[in-house]
């Protein structure tokens, strides 16, 4: 398996846990199970590409804007009606966008993911040599 497609894999299963958590801390959202998480980012990722390509414009999980933060509301509360287990409120679905879009620059930093190297970059840790 290459770098790449495990770096995305690993995003994929971060954003996932960090659905669960922010289904933990806002109430009117819930998530039934990990497996529920897992197909609501699935569904969340193709009805975000599904609106850049109809909008022709940038919009996702990882766009700071108030159209972005709308995009992935709507997102979030549709997803509701796909997947069986997942529950929220459109208040919640707000909320939750928010505290999403400030979650996930952290995974995309790849501060999370710092063990799979990018191309030879120098890791921005010290390394372990020196430690006892």
């Known amino acids: 398996m290459t ?13 996932s846990f960090a659905l669960m958590l922010v289904a933990f801390l806002v109430p009117g959202f819930s998530i039934r199970s990990y497996t529920a998480a897992l197909l609501t980012v699935s569904v969340m990722a193709a009805l975000a590409a599904l609106t850049e390509s109809l909008l022709n414009k940038p919009i996702s999980l ?15 509360y549709i997803s509701q009606f796909i997947i069986h287990g997942v529950r929220i409120t459109l208040i919640a679905s707000l909320v939750a966008s928010m505290l999403l879009t400030m979650l996930l620059p952290l995974i995309s930093r790849g501060d999370l993911l710092n063990g799979l190297k990018n191309n030879g970059q120098k890791s921005n840790y010290p390394s372990k040599k020196g430690i006892k």
């Open 3 to 15: 770098t790449t497609l495990l770096r995305y894999l690993m995003r994929f299963l971060f954003i």
């Open 62 to 76: 990882y766009t700071p804007n108030f159209i972005g933060l709308l995009v992935t509301a709507l997102i979030l």
